[in-house]
């Protein structure tokens, strides 16, 4: 199993920056990708970033150019900064992570952080 840990959400002025942070913990035999996802109300979930064992990225069109993700391998944690965050910004901001649970294992899971609240306003 995969247990998440987020933390860096909070309130910022528009045009602020903030840092998120998700640490993986637990036992599995690799990860395959870490990412964050976030959820406005009213809205349904939507990919933000992702970064695989490769270290490729991808990210929402909404937020190219002000986040990257980046991922710290020898302590499996990810981290997402946010730059000239927005109003719009304003979600829970969700870890992600797909794992292989052990070597003989092909098939990935999906685990979820507990979510951290990402507020922008004046």
């Known amino acids: 199993q995969v247990q998440l840990v987020e933390s860096g959400g909070g309130l910022v002025q528009p045009g602020g920056s903030l840092r998120l942070s998700c640490g993986a913990a637990g036992s599995f035999f690799s990860l395959n990708t870490l990412g964050w996802y976030r959820q406005a109300p009213g809205k349904e979930r939507e990919l933000v970033a992702t970064i695989d064992s490769g270290s490729n990225s991808d990210y929402a069109d909404s937020v190219k150019g002000r986040f990257t993700i980046s991922r710290d391998y020898h302590t499996n944690t990810a981290y997402l900064q946010m730059n000239n965050l927005k109003p719009e910004d304003t979600a829970v901001y969700y870890c992600?992570?797909?794992?292989?649970?052990?070597?003989?294992?092909?098939?990935?899971?999906?685990?979820w952080g507990q979510g951290t609240q990402v507020t922008v306003s004046s």
């Open positions: 992600h992570a797909k794992a292989r649970l052990s070597s003989s294992s092909t098939t990935p899971y999906d685990y």
